[in-house]
């Protein structure tokens, strides 16, 4: 304050409001740049560093060791985009206007003063510490915004404060939607560095802008929720909050209904279109229908169904009465809500959040319950959450009904979850894919339509764990009705990248043969064609690489094998990522050339667990293999484990030879008894054709290979490959590969190296 009070009074700031000056004073421009703060931290969703006070200037080394750990915890968060600057005022004038000064305006250059420079760079590492810090709490600050959205609070003034924060939450919720590993302890250490007036002041601006949302109608309120929604910011590689451009592209390819987005859906609309999916659209969104959510955090997946049997109930209001009062149109709504939807959240948060979505501050009737554990009840106890879902009484509340008739279910549900805290003997978390839990749950259900969204190739190429009975049965799944596929996942979530791709799965009950309508969006460009169940086989991704994979699969079936049958475990030579750090008296770094005695071997190992991890060369005793000993001392052709396919980077493809292990950084394609076969088998994978086909399916271990022809013979008197001459035109010839094949091999290559 006695800093503002000098400024202005050198330098008055004024402001003109209507036809009259106004000058500032002190409480004047602290409430105008606080007002403006406060609408930049809701703008940006608690991203902008106005959220926080000025103690990140001044951390002393316990704070910085406290931010370590944190950071050790939930990593850092970059802001989404530098938040705009404030005008104070518009005169017209521009930096385009200003004039540089003269020459002989210019101050004259002082002499070096050692203390300035000193407390200029003792300042400066103040602000990279704030910055850094701010980077740290930004993982935990993006998520407050929804959780304050739908927090049931009696006496906003009083609880909706920095201290209260952590009391307004339960602790399933905390656990569902802070940072994994963060408690309630953690923040309440952390809370001092935030700004207690902004966070309240910016907690109320967001409850009301949801409650003044609630005095239009039903259009105009979604759009402003929308608008609400837009600014809240999904954590860094998650799909916690669903936005509402995903969930309108969702619903609207699979069940049709009233879309809030223009037809690219890159601006929402203010009128809905209306989008009719052929003998799809008109039962699901029927004032008969009820329709299900099975995991909702938000409530917009509810949201944009619920608008879409409203809109199917004023049609009828509207033939029989020919008007529609505001009060019936909102007393539709209401209707809507009881009858027609329901849904399942994982938290007691989640419940609150997606009440307020979709009846706002009032009291209206919403079937949204909470089922403590869902996913562990789903993994362990499926058939009582089969048995729950379908008690129309006990579960849902509904006194008039014994069991649940599903039309249909929506839903993004989780995708992993973490089954361990401390990482696992390779350095990284151990996780569990759950997905396919939630569509088993659906089919199981047994309504007439589901359409979930969940990643794709590891399901598809039966690939990740868990995944290969369930992706065989489902591709194969008679009422699979259609199945969009984006392989590049940022075309869906645009800030999160999901390595697999993405999947729209449309199922209907009632439909019986087998095969199903297959869309493939890349680029923006969509292609569509229909897929017959593919049983065994992998099912051949990019819709213009089907005939190469046809005749990859029928000419390997007559007369050779898949790579992926011959690949080794990753676990080969039982050494652990950890083994150096636990053994360093095992072993010595190697040197290149240098002479192995008779009873050691070199070794390829990570020189630490865990992601600063790199591989190594070291020399060992022989003695410390215990497993795949008769692999030892052969040839080895080897790739990167983290990367076998080459999909994202190069799968370092290396020959090793036979006085040579490795840990669990490298997976062995091959083994060969002479270094002859090994050369081959190496030019064999490096070749345009292999390469291709190693990106047919994905570089899971577990789906690996599939499509890679494997020749067996790969010594040069094998009668099928000259390996003296060109081995890629010789393999094109094998397996009929066309211009227009090779063309589209080219482009694939190129693309991936880009």
């Keep these: ?11 008055p700031v004024i402001a003109l409001e209507g036809s009259q000056m106004k000058a500032f004073n002190v409480d004047n421009l602290l409430t105008q740049l606080k007002r403006v703060q406060i609408e930049r931290v809701v703008n940006a969703g608690f991203e902008d560093g106005a959220l926080y006070n000025d103690e990140l200037l001044r951390l002393e080394d316990a704070d910085v060791a406290d931010f370590n750990g944190l950071r050790a915890k939930i990593g850092t968060t970059k802001a989404l985009k530098p938040v705009d600057k404030v005008k104070v005022s518009d005169n017209g004038l521009d930096g385009n206007n200003a004039q540089p000064p003269a020459a002989s305006d210019k ?109 239009f109608t039903i259009e105009e309120r979604i759009s402003r929720l929308a608008s609400l929604f837009s600014t809240f910011r999904n954590p860094d590689k998650e799909t916690v909050l669903t936005p509402w451009r995903v969930v309108n592209l969702h619903l609207s390819d699979s069940l049709g209904g009233y879309c809030f987005m223009d037809e690219r859906f890159e601006h929402p609309l203010e009128t809905p ?50 008007a529609i009062a505001p009060d019936r149109a909102k007393a539709l709504w209401e209707q809507t809500l009881k009858e027609n939807i329901f849904v399942v959240c994982k938290t007691p948060m989640a419940v609150a959040i997606t009440k307020r979505t979709l009846c706002g501050f009032n ?3 919403v079937n949204a319950q909470y089922y403590p554990d869902l996913i562990p009840c789903l993994t362990h106890s499926s058939q009582d959450v089969i048995r729950n879902l379908r008690d129309a009484k006990g579960f849902w509340g509904l006194n008039d009904k014994k069991e649940m008739k599903i039309d249909a279910i929506i839903g993004n549900p989780p995708y992993q979850v973490v089954v361990a ?3 696992t003997a390779n350095g990284q978390k151990a996780v569990v894919n759950v997905f396919h839990y939630f569509q088993m749950l659906s089919d199981q259900l047994q309504p007439r339509y589901s359409s979930l969204i969940y990643p794709a190739v590891r399901w598809i190429h039966r690939s990740g764990k868990g995944l290969i009975e369930f992706g065989l049965k489902q591709i194969n799944d008679p009422h699979l009705a259609r199945l969009h596929f984006y392989p590049q996942s940022n075309e869906v979530f645009r800030e999160v990248g999901i390595a697999d791709g993405l999947s729209v799965v449309f199922k209907d009950r009632e439909k019986q043969k087998a095969g199903f309508d297959y869309l493939y969006t890349k680029n923006g460009v969509t292609t569509a064609t229909h897929a017959e169940a593919p049983g065994e086989n992998m099912l051949v991704l990019d819709p213009e690489a089907v005939t ?153 271990l577990s789906s690996l290979a599939k499509m890679v022809p494997d020749l067996l013979d790969y010594t040069d008197g094998n009668g099928i490959i000259d390996y003296a001459g060109d081995v890629n035109a010789q393999l094109y010839a094998l397996f009929e590969v066309d211009d227009s094949m090779q063309r589209l091999i080219a482009r694939t290559l190129d693309g991936n190296q880009s």
């Design 1 to 11: 304050r006695h800093t503002l009070a000098d400024f202005l009074s050198f330098c």
């Design 107 to 215: 101050k004259p250059s002082k002499e070096s003063d050692p203390e300035a420079e000193a407390q200029k760079a003792l300042e400066n590492e103040r602000k990279k510490q704030r910055k850094n810090a701010i980077a740290i709490l930004r993982g935990i600050s993006i998520r407050m915004p929804l959780l304050i959205y739908g927090a049931d609070l009696h006496d906003e003034a009083v609880e909706l404060t920095i201290d209260n924060f952590v009391h307004l939450i339960d602790d399933t919720s905390w656990t569902e939607f802070m940072p994994a590993g963060v408690t309630k302890a953690d923040f309440a250490r952390f809370k001092r560095y935030y700004d207690p007036e902004v966070f309240s002041a910016a907690g109320r601006r967001i409850r009301q802008l949801a409650r003044s949302a609630d005095k």
């Design 273 to 322: 279109r209306h989008i009719v999916r052929s003998g799809v659209t008109d039962r699901v969104f029927s004032p008969r229908s009820t329709v299900l959510e099975i995991n909702s955090k938000s409530g917009l997946y509810p949201l944009y169904a619920a608008y879409s049997i409203y809109r199917s109930r004023l049609d009828e209001e509207w033939c029989k009465h020919n």
């Design 363 to 365: 009291t209206a009737q």
């Design 421 to 423: 805290q401390k990482e």
């Design 548 to 700: 190469i994979g046809e005749n990859i699969q029928h000419i390997t079936a007559q007369r050779f094998a898949f790579l992926h049958d011959a690949v080794l475990p990753r676990s080969l030579f039982s050494i652990e990522s950890n083994f150096v750090e636990n053994h360093p008296d095992k072993v010595r770094p190697y040197r290149k050339g240098e002479a192995l005695a008779a009873d050691e071997i070199k070794l390829l190992t990570n020189d630490k667990a865990g992601k600063a991890g790199r591989a190594r060369w070291y020399v060992a005793k022989e003695e410390v293999v215990t497993t795949g000993k008769e692999h030892l001392r052969r040839w080895k052709v080897v790739v990167s484990s983290a990367n076998a396919g080459g999909q994202k980077r190069s799968n370092q493809l290396e020959v090793l030879d036979d006085r040579s292990a490795f840990g669990r950084s490298r997976v062995a394609l091959k083994t060969f008894a002479t270094e002859r076969e090994a050369r081959n088998f190496f030019a064999y994978c490096q070749t345009d054709f292999v390469r291709y086909t190693f990106l047919l399916t994905d570089e899971s």
